[in-house]
């Protein structure tokens, strides 16, 4: 799509954490992210904003830090509360991304994994994730982050 103009699109992932604890929704939360970014090659400095959504059987730790330990500084994130349906799925975390790209609404990809697959069936169509593998990308985006983190406040 070279000369493309960018525009403002919505990307939309949910996932389940394993417990109400504060590594499991991080844990939960950056592995989303991190599948997001690789189906989608999304840049933070392309994302406008994000808005994460909780169950509220999940209340241990805010989604929107593992953004931040992504490396998301400059986004501006928000967290809220889902809807209490009766019979819907619980110990879920949902994101809605804007991001500013050149994809059509047919190239975007959304991700819909663990327990939240049942939520959109007819959008899960990720190849089999290798979670070890996606976990080696997270921890070096972690520590990509951490350096860069410190190498700004070193300047300052």
Known sequence: MSGAVKVCRGVRGATTADA???????????????????????????????????????????????????????????????????????????????????????????VYIKGAARLRPDLCHLPPVDWEELERWIADHLDESARSSRAAGDDG
């Open 20 to 110: 109400n604890t504060s590594e499991a929704i991080l844990e939960a939360t950056r592995q989303l992210l991190a599948l997001l970014i690789r189906q989608n090659g999304i840049e933070p400095e392309d994302v406008a904003s994000a808005i994460f959504t909780l169950t509220k059987d999940l209340d241990a730790e805010f989604p929107a830090l593992a953004a931040r330990q992504l490396g998301w500084l400059g986004v501006p994130l928000l967290c809220s509360y889902e809807l209490e349906v009766p019979g819907s799925l619980g110990h879920c975390v949902r994101v809605m991304l804007h991001w500013n790209t050149e994809k059509s609404p047919e190239e975007i990809v959304h």
